[in-house]
């Protein structure tokens, strides 16, 4: 599956925006789909992630009650909604997929796409 992530875009602290990653692929439904980010001179960090059916997701403590993931298997297109945005959520945002469950690990992905920056001014 091939992946291409956008929406990103600079924001003032307190603002939102909203992240895609479409996908092609007939398989796109059968995968857990899970949103990174990777600060400069940082590891690459886990944010979002969402089942295969979009029943379930689970967040990192810093983004939660903030950020909300979402899927449209119809679409074949994940999606990241960041409310109350702040500075220190100033990355680029990584979309992946992989065969099987949810992971917090990017080890464990075998597709990425190719990155949308975010940056959040104060």
């Known amino acids: 599956v091939q992946l291409q992530a956008f929406g990103g875009g600079l924001v003032q602290a307190g603002g939102s925006l909203r992240l895609s990653c479409e996908a092609s692929?007939?398989?796109?439904?059968?995968?857990?789909m899970t949103w990174f980010r990777q600060a400069p001179g940082k590891e690459r960090e886990f944010v979002a992630a969402i089942n295969w059916s979009g029943g379930s997701t689970m967040y990192a403590d810093s983004v939660k009650g903030r950020f909300t993931i979402s899927r449209d298997n119809a679409k074949n297109t994940v999606y990241l909604q960041m409310n109350s945005l702040k500075p220190e959520d100033t990355a680029v945002y990584y979309c992946?997929?992989?065969?099987?469950?949810?992971?917090?690990?990017?080890?464990?992905?075998?597709?990425w796409g190719q990155g949308t920056q975010v940056t959040v001014s104060s």
């Open positions: 992946a997929a992989r065969g099987g469950g949810r992971s917090r690990f990017p080890n464990d992905y075998n597709y």
């Open positions: 692929g007939r398989t796109f439904s059968s995968y857990a």
